[in-house]
């Protein structure tokens, strides 16, 4: 089946405790993204990737990390969290960078840094 | 910057009761327009999009929206609602800006009532 995946789904964590949260997809997709959702504020893009090793921030990108080195997986890494990371994550992916390619959403992380 | 405003936070209506959401959004060049829906304890879905053409377009499960160039809107219609319906709706637009990023608006909250 085809699907993005994210582990784990739910995260409770300290402030300044590294954690990464993996997402991975089975399609061949070239574009990556990761947005978290905030009452009030819907989605909003953290980082993307075009590519293998070809990654760019988003609109929120401070205090997150990411890499791609493989095509299938884009791991999200929180350095530092603190409080104000607190939110729904979300991974996605489409086929490629053309605008009129879908983009299909993992199922969320809900992660709380207390 | 792109942004996207949905009016209409929390919607209550009857099953076979038409429904109207309304999406505005703010972008100065080209963009895409989309609906997704995330169902109680579930991914996002894709509902419809709009690239260009017929500014008109169906999606899956009877919705439909439909683009308003002049008055910066992409509202969803569907003539006859359902309880299974009840779910999270959300409008986003992609601009042109290479990102390929989605800006979502808030959501609105459906709820059917049988």
């Known amino acids: 089946e085809a699907q993005v995946t994210q582990n784990p789904r739910y995260l409770i964590t300290v402030t300044g405790k590294k954690l990464t949260v993996t997402c991975s997809q089975n399609?061949?997709?070239?574009?990556m993204s990761w947005y978290r959702q905030d009452p009030g504020l819907g989605l909003r893009q953290i980082y993307y990737s075009m590519n293998v090793e070809v990654t760019d921030k988003g609109d929120v990108p401070e205090g997150y990390k990411v890499s791609r080195k493989e095509k299938r997986n884009f791991p999200l890494i929180l350095e530092s969290p603190s409080p104000n990371q607190t939110s729904l994550y979300f991974c996605a992916s489409s086929r490629g960078f053309v605008d009129t390619d879908t983009q299909y959403f993992g199922p969320g992380t809900r992660l709380t840094v207390l | 910057a792109q942004s996207v405003s949905q009016h209409n936070h929390h919607v209550i209506l009857s099953e076979a009761a038409s429904l109207e959401l309304g999406c505005n959004y703010s972008?100065?060049?080209?963009?895409?327009l989309f609906w997704y829906v995330q169902y109680p304890g579930q991914h996002l879905q894709l509902l419809l999009k709009?690239?260009?053409?017929?500014?008109l377009v169906k999606g899956i499960k009877g919705f439909e929206a439909e683009f308003i160039k002049s008055k910066f809107s992409f509202n969803l219609r569907k003539p006859s609602v359902q309880w299974s319906d009840t779910a999270e709706y959300f409008c986003?637009?992609?601009?042109?800006?290479?990102?390929?990023?989605?800006?979502f608006g808030s959501g609105t909250r459906l709820q059917v009532q049988p």
């Open positions: 709009y690239f260009s053409g017929d500014p």
């Open positions: 986003a637009v992609m601009g042109d800006t290479g990102r390929r990023a989605l800006t």
């Open positions: 972008y100065g060049g080209t963009v895409n």
């Open positions: 399609m061949n997709h070239e574009y």
